[in-house]
């Protein structure tokens, strides 16, 4: 085996395998790893039974059709919503967008390398040439980028302590964290505040400077190391599960922060609609995060012992742990 | 001023700045922003004075030429080699490789998405096909991912708690962490070893199963969150300073990890220079990561107070503090 196995799991799991063996000539010859002292993380999802997957619900996706690339091929990107409470008057205003099928030729406006891909209406910024926003869209207080919610946190905290999955991970953005529902947050040292945190593939609300904290109508994924001083600055509203290389690879925007500089460079957006109204869509489930597999898969994350590794890191980033994700087949 | 603004520092810094606003009807007019309590990290860097900024050698450069793109312009990748003493081994074999052209006519084989881009030699796994490596390209023992320079270290060290620059920065992946000479630096709990580390836009060397190293034939950049667990198990070589959008752009590889299955797919590499032997290049330098600003730039960096921010994180990932680098007017 030359390569280390790729597995079956979305996205965000799979940046998991290690970089391909060197075609060096004074390599060993390496038919078989040398040792082999622990599974993998990726070989722990796989062996994950179905009891410890959870399904997403379709109404809990948000589905965006880019126009085809330039061979034609389709280009669809998977976002599952945050669950309650947080984030709920963004996402409320979201599901209303897609309804309204507001978004539909829109477009792909801003790509800044190492950061953010953006989208929604691209004359926003123009106020004679604003798209009108659809009825019933609330103004979201500041106050919701972080919550209290001594039930969700409780339950995840107990459970984790629990089964002691994430010792050696601290977090220099927040005094702790937790995994709960899907997704990763952060917790103050009072634990009398939550909030869910950006990492690689999180989906989130564009704003203008406070007290604005945005509509819903655009948004960003991050396609760069985890800008964790956006944290309860601006809102986090969901994550990409499928699709996320057809916002990280197009092309870098060679305006001011990546915005493109001619209408011709933007990716139109073909539509948005919230899960339950694509017929064609696949079913999505992700690693219980309160599951006995997660909880080995980010012990694994923390220390790799599989036979690639010769030092074991002894800790880990909380974005570093993404959250498996897989069709349901 | 709609958009934060962007000022002319090199990619790594260029993340600094905040997603745009959100083009919203019920969006305040903020023709300027509300208060202006502190400096942008992009403000400190642009206002560093001439002496805060250190030349980067032509010789630390190494410059690759990607075939043109579909649009016939140009691809350069400009990349910055570790300081003495860190990877000498490595990098002594890539100086040997570029005299000898080697990767001339090799190409881009791997983009995983969230993960590394991967080059060298195509056949490089094919026994038969492989193409030989230039005499004298040593072997490095794995003993060389981690070193102590009482030093390099202890200069870093004082330097960096005298200025105070980075408080609130822990880090889950080791005990300790400095900067040095333009990169960024782990440290033993004990001071004992210290080792580079893997951020976004990294360059380290492909490897076989241990005990192989890897020759430094086949070389990989970071393109998402950064993969700590690989530090101190594959070699750190440098980082990219110019041209990350060429590589972090490309399609992603549908193949096994992010392998392209067809040749086509491929990137072809034109050239693989080091600087010094490039006649049209560019002067670049850092911001010394000796100097006040930088250590400005880094509380900045831990501590959002401009304009767009309404809640300072009090903390930093040590990948989230690039050294700003410019080309020199």
Chains 1, 2 share one sequence.
């Not at 984030?87 to 390398?113: F, H």
């Not at 690689?200 to 203008?208: K, M, Q, S």
């Not at 980010?298 to 220390?303: C, G, T, Y």
Request: charged content about 20%; proline content about 9%; glycine content about 8%.
């Amino acid at each position: 085996m030359k390569h280390p196995l790729l597995l079956s799991v979305a996205l965000l799991a799979s940046c998991n395998a290690a970089p391909a063996p060197a075609p060096t000539k004074e390599t060993a010859p390496a038919a078989a790893p040398a040792q082999k002292s622990a599974l993998a993380p990726t070989e722990i999802v796989a062996a994950a039974p179905a009891a410890d997957w959870a399904a997403i619900a379709p109404s809990d996706l948000l589905v965006m059709d880019l126009a085809s690339d330039a061979k034609g091929a389709a280009r669809r990107v998977v976002i599952q919503l945050l669950p309650a409470p947080f984030s709920q008057g963004w996402i409320g205003n979201i599901r209303k967008l897609a309804a309204a099928k507001w978004w539909d030729g829109t477009s792909v406006n801003r790509v800044q390398d190492g950061y953010v891909v953006q989208w929604g209406d691209p004359d926003g910024e123009d106020r004679a040439k604003a798209k009108p926003l659809p009825a019933g869209i609330a103004v979201v207080p500041e106050g919701e980028y972080q919550l209290y919610d001594a039930a969700f946190t409780a339950e995840a905290a107990a459970g984790q302590a629990a089964k002691d999955t994430l010792r050696g991970m601290t977090d220099p953005y927040a005094p702790g964290y937790m995994f709960r529902d899907g997704f990763p947050f952060a917790l103050s040292g009072d634990d009398k505040a939550t909030w869910p945190i950006h990492c690689y593939g999180t989906v989130g609300v564009g704003r203008d400077y406070p007290p604005d904290t945005g509509s819903g109508a655009e948004l960003y994924t991050v396609i760069g190391q985890a800008p964790r001083q956006l944290d309860r600055n601006i809102a986090v509203v969901g994550r990409v599960i499928e699709g996320m290389e057809h916002l990280s690879s197009l092309p870098r925007g060679t305006g001011d922060i990546g915005f493109y500089k001619t209408a011709e460079e933007r990716t139109p957006i073909l539509t948005i609609r919230i899960g339950s109204d694509v017929p064609d869509l696949p079913r999505f489930e992700y690693l219980s995060t309160e599951s006995k597999s997660f909880a080995a898969y980010a012990d694994a994350r923390a220390n790799r012992r599989d036979s690639f590794y010769i030092r074991p890191a002894g800790g880990v980033d909380i974005c570093n742990v993404p959250v498996p994700v897989r069709r349901v087949k």
